[in-house]
């Protein structure tokens, strides 16, 4: 049953300390880099939002190969919100109004004067690193590197 396999989770990530430099898992958190249907673990993204590493290095959904910035803000709340079908009118419209006043602030600057410098705790790397496409076209990718 559902509830069973939340509590199952919440256990499992509980062990999970705070502030980790690199936490590595096999499948990723929901609503990021976790594929199309957005298979992610519900839990594990309730626990990047306490645990906040500075890295997190998953693989499972190989449609979901990438690198993600993610910034832990409400925006970010709210965009996960809509992301998952969670999400109102309420959600939407902060969105809404986070691009347009972004849009404003940043006319006309180039994308590094836009750059702001990481900072623990506010900022997580997520990097979906599976090599293979199986579903696409079998090829393998090259490494993912990650600068920090």
Same mark, same amino acid.
């Given at each position: 049953p559902?509830?069973?396999?939340?509590?199952?989770?919440?256990?499992?990530?509980? /062990? &999970?300390?705070?502030?980790?430099?690199? +936490?590595?898992?096999h %499948?990723?958190p929901?609503?990021?880099?976790?594929? @199309? !249907?957005?298979?992610?673990?519900?839990?594990?993204?309730?626990?990047?939002?306490?645990?906040?590493?500075a890295?997190?290095?998953?693989?499972?959904?190989?449609?979901?190969?990438?690198?993600?910035?993610?910034?832990?803000?409400?925006?970010?709340?709210?965009?996960e /919100? &809509?992301?998952?079908?969670?999400g109102? +009118?309420?959600?939407? %419209?902060?969105?809404?109004?986070t691009?347009?006043? @972004? !849009?404003?602030?940043?006319?006309?600057?180039?994308?590094?004067?836009?750059?702001?410098?990481?900072t623990?705790g506010?900022?997580?790397?997520l990097?979906?690193v599976?090599?293979?496409?199986?579903?696409?076209d079998?090829?393998?990718?090259?490494?993912?590197?990650?600068?920090?």
């Amino acid at each position: 049953p559902p509830e069973d396999s939340e509590t199952k989770a919440a256990f499992l990530w509980a /062990h &999970v300390p705070d502030n980790p430099d690199v +936490l590595v898992t096999h %499948g990723q958190p929901a609503a990021h880099r976790d594929g @199309a !249907r957005h298979h992610g673990c519900p839990a594990l993204l309730h626990v990047l939002w306490r645990a906040r590493p500075a890295v997190h290095v998953f693989g499972h959904i190989h449609d979901g190969r990438g690198v993600e910035h993610v910034r832990w803000t409400e925006t970010q709340r709210a965009y996960e /919100h &809509v992301v998952l079908g969670l999400g109102g +009118l309420k959600e939407v %419209g902060a969105l809404l109004w986070t691009f347009l006043k @972004a !849009r404003v602030l940043f006319w006309g600057q180039d994308a590094q004067a836009q750059k702001v410098q990481m900072t623990e705790g506010e900022e997580t790397i997520l990097a979906n690193v599976a090599l293979k496409l199986e579903w696409k076209d079998g090829a393998l990718r090259p490494a993912t590197v990650i600068e920090i």
